[in-house]
């Protein structure tokens, strides 16, 4: 149970990230990597989700899952390694947003 509950999060922003990279959703206000800059074009909307989707999955795959598995191994109790991977989680979503901006700023400038 424990490892379900350390994997659940990462594995969520994955599947959300597949999603958005696979179904390339248009301009909207209900989800998407929604900022000002994104949603001034249609170029820019694109590449804002690509880069944004790309990094979440990376990001969650290469260090979330690993970190998540480290603490199951070592950590007994649920809620430590929930709140391990809520964190992390987090961090990696934090990195996801500045990633993509400074994408966004380099090649739209």
Not at 1 to 25: D, E, N, R, S, T
Not at 44 to 70: E, F, G, H, L, Q
Not at 81 to 107: C, D, P, R, Y
Request: hydrophobic share 55%.
């Amino acid at each position: 149970m424990k490892w379900i509950m350390g994997l659940l999060c990462p594995i969520i922003f994955i599947v959300i990230a597949a999603v958005i990279l696979i179904a390339k959703p248009k301009r909207n206000s209900l989800f998407g990597y929604r900022t000002n800059k994104s949603l001034s074009s249609d170029e820019i909307w694109n590449y804002a989700n690509k880069i944004m989707a790309i990094s979440m999955i990376t990001i969650n795959a290469a260090i979330c899952i690993p970190v998540v598995c480290i603490v199951n191994a070592f950590v007994k109790d649920t809620l430590p390694i929930v709140f391990n991977a809520l964190s992390t989680a987090m961090l990696g979503l934090v990195a996801t947003v500045i990633i993509t901006q400074v994408s966004i700023n380099k090649k739209f400038k």
